[in-house]
């Protein structure tokens, strides 16, 4: 669909008659699946079928020769990393283990945005119909512009659907999406607060325009669709599932829910499992396409070694062991436009030391903690992430958010129901001392909706804190 930074697009898009829109939706669908169901993705996604069951040896065989060959391509033909290993004095023969991805300097967003000319490989820069141009949404309002090669675009969805094979989901099912889908005027007050591509059964929802008076249309519409597959942000899906049990309704039962783009809390899982009666896979990526972590039907955190090399890093620079909370620095080798090696995704995450008992002979993570900037300091030095725990058995708090401007205050947004008490608030206080100590004051702020970010998502938590006071290892 129309994305949040084409203005022009969107503006001439809401001014369209319904079923115009529908028809756009549908020409959507079918561009998009021409772009990404050719020659390319078959074969990746024919690989992968066999791969997901491979032993750990001969997956770490298979990403150790992608990976080194990716790393000496980028010396040979990307400026950034050809500039960088001159002035170490290194070449493309200093490149022969797995262990020499140390050779290259860790890389952030800021670095990219401003050297993104220099990282687009030459053999890429006139092939521009080689070339899929995508942006990321940016949580701190810095979204960046990056170049994808054709084979790179079609080689991730082939990982996205295989991850939804995994629940039975096949590309021609009915499928509804809660994402960043911008179609609808944000000033809208009344349905429709969707698109229909009737052509290729999918339905594409707002998710900013959720709200206890909507909830029931977006309801009775996912009753009309009935859909096989909902997939979005666990924010939105959480609220229709909200909206589901409140109302009682029944007749939306999909054969399972996908989540993205935000981190899944434990309440909200617990809400859509109940309300969908299915269960929900998490998936992790993004636009940068540097890694792939995808929930099996299990529910283990698989880390997909034939998409990329993910490195789980302390503050020292040496790899976390199983349990230690870690950063992942990303190598995706799959995009040879524009290589990205050593990219600091922001996020953070907890390695495990078991397997999983589906078979798949992947890392596992226990858990994804969410973004480096997203932890709570407190004055007495304490650095907390995954504060979801704290509304686990606040039943009559239908939302929250955590906001901190200054270390000695926590602001804690909540958008209650209509059974919310002085006891309620007293529990979750008690349940917020106990994680985050006495050092730090609580204003709570009682608010009607939650604001979403321009490409729809939720924060659960906002940091402003200086980056320089979150040290949080």
């Known amino acids: 669909m129309v994305s949040y930074s084409e203005s022009k697009w969107r503006r001439f898009f809401w001014r369209l008659p319904k079923f115009l829109q529908d028809t756009a939706a549908s ?3 079918w561009h998009l699946d021409s772009k990404i169901f050719n020659g390319y993705y078959r074969k990746t996604y024919k690989f992968l079928e066999e791969s997901q069951w491979h032993s750990a040896d001969k997956l770490r065989d298979y990403q150790g020769r992608q990976l080194i060959s990716f790393l000496r391509y980028a010396v040979k033909n990307v400026p950034y990393y050809r500039d960088y290993f001159a002035r170490q004095s290194l070449t493309v023969e200093d490149i022969r283990t797995v262990d020499d991805l140390k050779l290259f300097p860790l890389l952030d967003k800021e670095t990219v945005r401003f050297n993104a000319d220099r990282l687009i490989a030459e053999p890429y820069r006139k092939r521009t119909s080689q070339v899929v141009n995508v942006h990321t949404s940016g949580t701190t309002g810095k979204g960046l512009h990056l170049k994808l090669s054709k084979e790179a675009f079609q080689r991730e969805y082939a990982f996205r659907y295989l991850h939804l094979s995994w629940a039975g989901i096949k590309p021609n099912m009915k ?7 911008p179609v609808t005027p944000p000033e809208r007050l009344s349905p429709p607060f969707w698109a229909e591509d009737k052509i290729n059964k999918r339905i594409y929802f707002s998710s900013q325009h959720i709200t206890n008076a909507t909830l029931p249309i977006y309801i009775d519409k996912l009753k009309e669709f009935k859909p096989e597959l909902i997939r979005g942000y666990p924010s939105s899906v959480y609220l229709i599932g909200v909206g589901i049990l409140e109302h009682g309704a029944k007749g939306v039962s999909p054969k399972a829910v996908f989540t993205n783009s935000e981190t899944l809390l434990g309440y909200q899982r617990e809400v ?18 540097v890694a792939n972590i995808v929930e099996c039907e299990r529910g283990n955190r698989h880390v997909k070694a034939e998409h990329s ?31 990205l090696i050593r990219y600091r995704v922001g996020d953070m995450a907890v390695l495990s030391d078991r397997g999983c008992s589906c078979g798949r002979n992947d890392l596992i993570v226990d858990k994804i903690v969410g973004r480096v900037e997203d932890i709570v300091v407190t004055p007495d030095g304490r650095h907390v992430g995954r504060l979801d725990h704290l509304f686990k058995d606040m039943l009559n708090v239908k939302e929250a958010q955590i906001v901190q401007e200054m270390i000695e205050e926590l602001k804690i947004r909540i958008v209650k129901r209509k059974g919310f008490n002085d006891k309620d608030l007293q529990l979750l206080e008690k349940e917020a001392r106990l994680r985050l100590g006495n050092s730090i004051r609580f204003q709570f702020e009682f608010v009607d909706h939650l604001e979403r970010e321009p490409s729809g998502k939720l924060r659960f938590v906002i940091s402003r804190i200086p980056r320089d006071a979150q040290v949080i290892f």
């Open 272 to 289: 859509i499992e109940r309300a969908f009666s299915c269960k929900v896979f998490d998936w992790y990526g993004n636009t940068e396409q």
């Open 27 to 29: 020409l959507y669908g």
């Open 309 to 339: 090399f993910v490195e789980f890093l302390k503050q020292d620079g040496m790899p976390a062991k199983p349990g230690e909370l870690a950063e992942m620095v990303c190598t995706g080798f799959g995009n040879y436009a524009m290589p």
């Open 175 to 181: 499928m509804a999406f809660f994402a960043g889908h």
